[in-house]
């Protein structure tokens, strides 16, 4: 086990940059998502980890030990990747097998270690078949396996779950994170569904063209997003823009056009963003962030009313109530959010 | 709904002749081979059991004399073992050369790719006969070989009217084919499950013999069917690179059937010769079919 260190790296494919002066760290134990839409740079961070690919800049440890410019197969990392890449020539307990073969541990201990992990991801019984005659989610667990067996310092997940049916996603998403705390293993695990990231990390990264925006846990993100685009990113997001006024109780006091709302934050800048959620919006809380608009559009998504409601100066506001609070298009409505739900931005954020 | 089923009972009250496009689609190709290649093919078979007539082809007369003659004599056993051991040499040379070209076709990126498909496929553009009349230049006595080692002087080299010379021109003209079928196979293996290898431990010179080299298995049996049967059924290049010293089965067979006119015996060696060749097939067959019970069928 070892925390995974990355300071300034830097990859460049021609003349794209991947990934630009990543300053990273993970530590022990961690399950740490990198987040962001594709094309952020983060399975090119996940391949400089594994050694598939060296950085241009900057340096990668493992603990103290630096492994910048160590090939693939000295690092002792476990990946399972998108499409399992699994050995079509080799069976379950073939696959399972070659990252302790290949360390030249005598068969008789190969041989228990791989019934003992099969065990341990319900795959007993499936030894001898090949990786065709099996279920995405059996692969899944064979890729897993195979990973975990040769007990990595590291385990990587390449957005593992991304070919599977989405009950199926929904339940390993649980078994992975159990999966991860029964080892202890530092993780890192790459996704662009949030909704991932969200159940299974102890921290989240937020990656956006190769930049890293925010490292923080989960309700972290969500509630106290850095910049717009976090904000935007990670959730559903209605933005008044608005000039701070002043600051009162700890809460900055902000002139928007649909009024003067107090919310929190930690910025510096005048010009901000306030940054509402679309929950955080309610008809009667009592409190002094009133904002009144008319009903647009309403859509019922069952658990929840999808409303569009117009507010003063062209403000459109997502809000979503709970179905016992009905409002119907037309009608006029009065929405309030406590301060502490919403968070302002710098406006160039 | 209503939609729908008006659909189905427009395709049930389809006319006969549009049921079966794909039957239509073959339909040329195969009268082609029928009137080609079967027919002919059949009438051989009929012909290697008639008996052979003084001052005509043969006379309708039925035997198994010629097939007597072919299997009884040790002459002829020795030339099938020479064709078969000949086909069975330059298949592994195409694989032992093609395999390190295919390998880097597979792996070229950009526009080296295409270059080197080029490159390798450019010589079919030449028929077997000129090349090896190109092979003749270079390997004989007189050849430009052979000149370069009298001027360093060097002994002169035996490079033609041998088995070696044969040997030569075969891997040579069949080495694309070996090529493009082990390209192909190298193709399909996902890089991931290379460097999921890499990840596990295994060195780069490991991760090819564990999985690279058995992943393309099918594309080295598939090219290796080519080349042998195609080496086996060689005329031009043996006449031209092994003259008479090196005999193999089919320019025995088009002795018997030009030079001798025995057309029933010439048959009957064309059917031996490809009796083995299917036997050889389907024991190969049955090994590739092992080797690669991991394919999903």
């Not at chain 1, 134990?29 to 391949?47: A, D, F, Y």
């Not at chain 1, 059996?138 to 897993?144: D, E, F, H, S, T």
């Not at chain 2, 007539?53 to 056993?77: P, S």
């Not at chain 2, 526009?111 to 450019?122: C, T």
Request: glycine fraction near 8%; proline fraction near 6%; hydrophobic fraction near 50%.
């Amino acid at each position: 086990m070892a925390s995974i260190q990355l300071e300034g790296v830097t990859k460049r494919f021609g003349r794209v940059v991947a990934v630009q002066g990543l300053t990273l760290h993970v530590r022990e134990g961690e399950l740490l998502t990198l987040l962001g839409p594709s094309g952020c740079g983060k399975t090119t961070t996940l391949r400089l980890v594994a050694g598939f690919v060296t950085p241009e800049e900057g340096r990668i440890c493992f603990g103290t030990r630096d492994v910048t410019h160590l090939p693939p197969e000295h690092r002792n990392v476990g990946i399972v990747f998108q499409n399992y890449a699994l050995f079509p020539h080799m069976t379950v307990a073939q696959n399972v097998a070659f990252g302790l073969e290949v360390r030249g541990i005598a068969t008789s201990q190969v041989r228990s270690r791989v019934s003992e992990i099969l065990e341990r991801v319900q795959l007993r019984g499936l030894e001898d078949r090949y990786p065709h005659q099996l279920s995405g989610g059996q692969q899944q667990r064979v890729a897993l396996a195979r990973a975990l067996v040769i007990n990595p310092q590291v385990l990587l997940l390449d957005e593992p779950l991304a070919n599977l049916d989405a009950k199926l996603r929904e339940e390993m998403r649980f078994y992975i994170r159990d999966l991860q705390r029964e080892f202890g293993i530092t993780t890192i695990y790459v996704t662009h569904d949030q909704a991932e990231a969200m159940v299974l990390a102890d921290r989240i990264a937020l990656l956006r063209d190769g930049v890293l925006q925010q490292v923080a846990p989960p309700e972290e993100i969500y509630r106290r997003p850095q910049s717009r685009w976090v904000a935007d990113f990670v959730g559903l997001c209605n933005f008044l823009p608005g000039r701070v006024l002043g600051r009162e109780d700890g809460l900055l006091v902000v002139d928007t056009p649909a009024g003067v709302v107090r919310c929190s934050g930690a910025v510096e800048a005048n010009r901000v963003l306030v940054c509402v959620r679309p929950e955080s919006l309610r008809p009667h809380l009592g409190g002094r962030n009133r904002i009144v608009g008319v009903v647009r559009e309403r859509t019922f998504l069952g658990n929840l009313l999808d409303l569009r409601v117009a507010c003063p100066a062209g403000l459109m506001l997502r809000v979503q109530l709970s179905p016992s609070e009905d409002a119907r298009p037309g009608e006029p409505l009065q929405l309030e959010f406590r301060p502490e739900d919403a968070w302002a931005v710098a406006e160039d954020s | 709904m209503a939609h729908a089923a008006e659909l189905g009972r427009r395709e049930l009250r389809r006319p006969l002749w549009s049921v079966r496009p794909a039957v239509l689609l073959l339909l040329p190709a195969g009268l082609f081979l029928v009137v080609f290649f079967l027919v002919p093919y059949l009438n051989m078979v009929r012909m290697s059991f008639l008996t052979k007539a003084q001052g005509a082809a043969f006379t309708n007369v039925m035997t198994l004399e010629n097939y007597l003659r072919v299997l009884g004599d040790a002459f002829y056993w020795r030339v099938i073992g020479r064709t078969f051991w000949l086909a069975g040499l330059a298949t592994v040379f195409t694989v032992l050369l093609g395999y390190p070209l295919a390998y880097a076709i597979a792996r070229a990126s950009g526009p080296r790719r295409p270059i080197l498909l080029m490159l390798l496929l450019a010589p079919l553009l030449v028929g077997a006969v000129v090349r090896s009349y190109g092979w003749m230049i270079l390997l004989g006595r007189v050849g430009l070989i052979n000149q370069m080692l009298r001027a360093l002087g060097w002994r002169e080299a035996e490079l033609m009217y041998n088995t070696l010379g044969v040997l030569i021109g075969l891997v040579h003209v069949y080495l694309p084919f070996m090529v493009l079928a082990v390209a192909g196979a190298l193709e399909q293996i996902q890089a991931d499950v290379e460097l999921a290898a890499r990840s596990l431990g295994a060195s780069p010179w490991r991760t090819f013999w564990r999985v690279t080299w058995p992943l393309s298995l099918p594309g080295v049996f598939s090219g290796g069917i080519l080349v042998f049967v195609l080496a086996l059924s060689a005329y031009v290049i043996p006449i031209l690179l092994g003259g008479n010293n090196v005999l193999v089965m089919p320019m025995l067979v088009v002795q018997m059937l030009l030079d001798a006119f025995n057309w029933p015996l010439g048959s009957a060696m064309a059917m031996v010769l490809f009796g083995l060749a299917c036997a050889v097939l389907w024991a190969y067959v049955k090994v590739m079919n092992r080797a690669l019970r991991w394919i999903p069928r």
